[in-house]
């Protein structure tokens, strides 16, 4: 089979990714939950030892290493033969957290990161 | 000139900009339509099915309305969004994202040809996203019917019944139009996750449509192949969700207030 199959979806590829350093920007979601941010990233290919991750209360940037090369064929002139062998991100974080307190999990190729907001909340009693 | 008559009007010239362009004549009984949305779970299960079976391409669709993008293969142009078919099964496969403006000359022109071919089962295929997707190792499949014959085929083959809510885009247009125009349609969607390319819901849906069909139908090969296709299908995904976010596709995640 499958040669074709992924084709199908490769042939419009666009340049969310960087030929000099091979490396492919994941797929990622944001979530905002008040109190905390939640980021995912699909990283297939990807194993846990090979990801790092790093934090500062308002950047968050994840590099992360493919088992194996991925190369492009079957596409256009353009794009045929060119090989990505890493994940790259840098997120502007949307509000500041506390990286000590940052937990994160890896299962089936998707990475969880949860990112507890440094907020300074004040209960206000109603009269 | 009644009030809105102009807007009728525009509809249908964009019906009528639509061309299934037939490289030769579809002699199957039943149709599945994946096109890219949630976790891209149709697309995904489309073109596992196409390959799988080894089905041929037979039209091509083409519209001013669509985007201005043409496929090359093997060095000739073609239209990105087409049907493939052997003489049982067809499949409508887009490469592109089917934009709000598009979705109803689309169904419209689809279900028309459906028709013509004097269809017995017409398959809308995706996924409904699930926040614990991670979670899940099998995702299951739920189902929506027009008729209900078909509702007793999905509860036969136990897909667990769609019971009330939303659906945006493509599909729900397509079930009512097929609604309409008395045709059965089935729509099926596998508990997916939302913004990434989902190879394990599509194999779930293609068990599911294998047992309806009574087709053998091997998952095997998409499942081993699941991490290239979630790198290649990353593109299309993205471009899918802009789209979705255009036609608001969070509804789906709404509690629905009904009137019965």
Redesign the interface.
Known sequence: MTDKLPRIFGRVFSWSHNIHTKSLEPLIHIEDLGDEIIITMDLPYVRKEDIDIYLTERILEVKAQMCRKYRCEGLGRIQKGIEFESFHKIIELPSNIIPEKARSRFKDGILEIRLPKRIRKRKIDIK | MKPFEFLEKMDEKKENMIEIKEISRFEGNSIILGLPDVG?VG?IAS??L???LKLKEIAEINSDIFPP?V??HKHRPMS?IRIYANNEIGVV?S??PISPDMINPLMESLTEWFKSNKLELVISIGGIPHPNR?EIDKPKVYGVSTSKRLDGVLRKNKIEMFEDGLIVGPSGIMLKKCMEKGINAVYLMAES?????DPGAAASIINAISKILKMKIDVK??L????????????????TEDVMKKMEKMHEKEIPMMYR
């Open positions: 891209l697309s073109a596992h196409i390959d799988q993008i496929v090359v990105p496969i490469e592109v991670l996750h939302y913004k990434y390319p090969l998409l081993e192949k699941a991490e290239e296709i979630r790198i290649t299908a990353r593109d299309l995904m993205k471009r």
